[in-house]
């Protein structure tokens, strides 16, 4: 699965699934490394193949909607969508 990952000076342990062409997607993104987290994330839209089996596969057991952008922090958090404040009371 071809996850990035994107350091940061705060180190959490954060898992983004988003589509390349979402614009939420980018905004969480953009939010984190302005907050200097660390996560890792993936475009699932980008995946293949049995490989995008897998990845949707995962993203369905957090989020069964599928939706983008999904955020698993963790402890098991889960934030669908781009809930800036969520985000930031959370990792922020």
Do not use: H
């Not at 996560?39 to 939706?67: F, K, M």
């Not at 983008?68 to 922020?92: A, C, M, N, Q």
């Amino acid at each position: 699965m071809p996850v990035k990952n994107v350091p940061g000076d705060k180190k959490a342990k954060i898992m983004l699934y988003a589509l390349s062409t979402c614009g939420w997607c980018r905004k969480v993104k953009t939010l984190l490394n302005e907050l200097g987290i660390q996560y890792d994330y993936i475009d699932v839209d980008l995946t293949e193949g049995d490989e995008r089996e897998t990845v949707v596969a995962e993203l369905t057991r957090v989020n069964p909607r599928r939706s983008f952008p999904t955020i698993v922090i963790d402890d098991g958090e889960v934030i669908v969508g781009f809930d800036k404040d969520r985000i930031l009371e959370i990792v922020g």
